[in-house]
């Protein structure tokens, strides 16, 4: 049965030890050294009668709190859950915050713990085990001091009995009671160190020890101060990297590999409909503004000039804007359908058939039929655009009036593999829903381009200046206006190339062949402009639907058919890939301007992406380029 403390006995007055002025109680501290080398020595009921003891000083006193606190440990290692939550309630209407907010915790935890058996609770000791160099008192270990090489020991197996709350470090004020050596000699160690603590000990708590098993250096600990028991929370492989320095590349990529996590994506994404939503009315603004600026502009050169009769544009101030949203719309609803008579007319695009694609790449047409099956679509019409140059770009508003456009050079020149990840690409953007305000935007692009060149070209051949002249300033005024509507839409075909490359791994799991299938259709841009001397019309006009873009593809892909002109393919060709990959992923995807690489592009950088690819492969567990390598 637990004895109250006598209060007349010499030196246990509890006032004194609440006294910041007079020396502590040394019966006190001798009863609270006690009950903490008994809470270690596993001795529960030992300790929670001591405990009570401690908790019939006054309220007043820095170890009545702490009385409470150690009653509740040792009732939650008894398995007496119920008791623990009826002394929580005196801490919660304690005047300390921090004190409040420990039996908040405490009874959070118990309501979530599930009650021991009642053998168990007879028993107590059984079911910790007996480990001599294993700390088993459930305390979460602390910050090692400045002076102790030790680390902190790891936390005791899950028994049967319900562990006791976890708390945080104590403040740098607190100091650490020192705790006995061994269960057997409790109450003589106990004795002495409270006589070798000096007058300032009174006020540590059971809750500061580190590992019960060794004291910190003296520190002063401030009479209000309590430990904040926090829930155990292991430190995570991101938070153990992140205390690292990371000064190299290679260490940075490291750390962003480790901190990335696969997470589904959404069906439609919220920044691709808020970016088309905000390109779209940019669109209509600065087509509006153009147009009503080109009216006022002519009117005004008309008034200039003294013509015998006087001229002027009668509706050039009045407003436009209703009839120009409805001719865009209109364009946008129609472009798909005019895309197809515009490429068939100039490019001769025709119907690419399944049995086609059957009979040469049987992988990409089980992966159309599955990813239209998931999605429950209806197959998208596929073109074929017979011409050597590598084409690869799909237009649409919708996936059941989509197209997916290749060329027979790229056919004859990717393998089954990258292919298979170019259509892939094309499947992605479609999920993502990336393609009504790009496909529209790529029609007048298309035609502004292509009027360009037939202008400059036929400029070309005329010998009369006059004409000449006249069809250069034609083909300027075109390339401006292609210029400038091609730059209103680079951030957007910034943001849906993104799009499109985490749709794409998502869909197959395979960032390896995605990366496979943008450096085969780099380089073969890349060749094809070495043997034309100029890139396909349709790398220029429509190149912010393709996967890459043709100006980022021109040097890279260049070193990358030199290397294997000069090599067998089937053996150099991998070890020059992944060199390529390598200068790439260290010039673009780590270079610390590579956001100014972005500006007047159509496409993030290639490294940036393959950087970017390669770390999912290493979180996929796939081969890949390790970060030390680079």
Known sequence: MAQPIDPNASGSNPASASNPEGHPSRSVEKVYQQAVAAFKGQK????????????????????????????????????????????????????????????????????????????????????????????????????????????????????????????????????LAKPTGNASGANASGANDAEESSSDSVHRSLFHFQQLNRQSPGVEQADHELPIPRPPSPPSQANMVDSQPASHPA???????????????????????????????????????????????????????????????????????????????????????????????????????LRQLQAKHPDVLRLLRQVCRQQDWQLPELRLIPDPAPLCFSYGWLPGNSRIVVSQGLLDRCS???????????????????????????????????????????????????????????????????????????????????????????????????????????EAIAAHLQQRGTLHPLHSSLEILMPVSSRQAITPGGLLASALETSTPEIIAPESRTSLSKLLMTTEGLNPYRQWLRINASHIPLGERLLWLNQQSLLLGQPGIAPQDL
């Open 44 to 175: 529960y009921d030992q300790a929670l009668g001591l405990f009570q003891r401690l908790g019939q000083l006054p309220p007043s006193s820095p170890y009545y709190i702490k009385a409470l606190m150690g009653q509740v440990r040792a009732h939650q290692r008894l398995g007496r859950g119920d008791r623990a939550g009826r002394l929580c309630q005196p801490l919660l209407n304690s005047s300390s915050t921090q004190a409040r907010q420990w039996a908040q915790q405490v009874l959070s935890q118990l309501a979530q713990e599930p009650q021991p058996d009642p053998a168990m609770r007879q028993n107590p000791e059984s079911a910790t085990g007996d480990s001599a160099g294993t700390d088993l008192s459930g305390f979460v270990p602390l910050e090692a001091p400045t002076s102790s090489p030790q680390r902190p020991a790891s936390l005791p197996p899950q028994s049967a009995d319900p562990p006791p709350v976890q708390v945080s470090p104590p403040q740098a004020s607190e100091v």
């Open 251 to 353: 260490q940075k990529l490291k750390l962003q590999t480790q901190k990335q996590k696969q997470t589904a994506l959404p069906q439609r994404p919220l920044s691709l409909l808020l970016g088309q939503g905000g390109t779209a009315i940019a669109l209509l603004w600065a087509i509006n503004w153009a147009f009503h600026a080109a009216l006022r502009t002519l009117d005004i050169a008309l008034r200039w000039v003294r013509w015998p009769v006087r001229l002027s544009l009668p509706g050039a101030y009045q407003s436009y804007a209703p009839w120009i949203v409805g001719a865009a719309v209109l364009l946008a609803l129609s472009s798909p359908w005019m895309m197809d008579y515009a490429l068939a007319f100039w490019h001769r695009q025709q119907p690419l058939s």
């Open 416 to 522: 089954d593999q990258a292919l298979t990840a170019l259509y892939s690409y094309e499947l992605a953007r479609m999920i993502n829903g990336s393609l009504p305000v790009l496909s529209a935007v790529g029609l007048p692009l298309l035609l502004l381009h292509t009027g360009y060149r037939w202008l400059a070209q036929v400029g070309d051949g005329l010998s009369q200046p006059l004409i000449r002249n006249l069809l250069g300033i034609g083909a300027s005024l075109f390339y401006g206006l292609f210029w400038l509507l091609r730059q209103l839409v680079l951030w957007l075909s910034r943001l849906c190339g993104s799009w499109g490359d985490r749709r794409t791994v998502a869909l197959t799991r395979q960032p390896d062949h995605l990366s496979e299938g943008l450096l085969e259709l780099t």
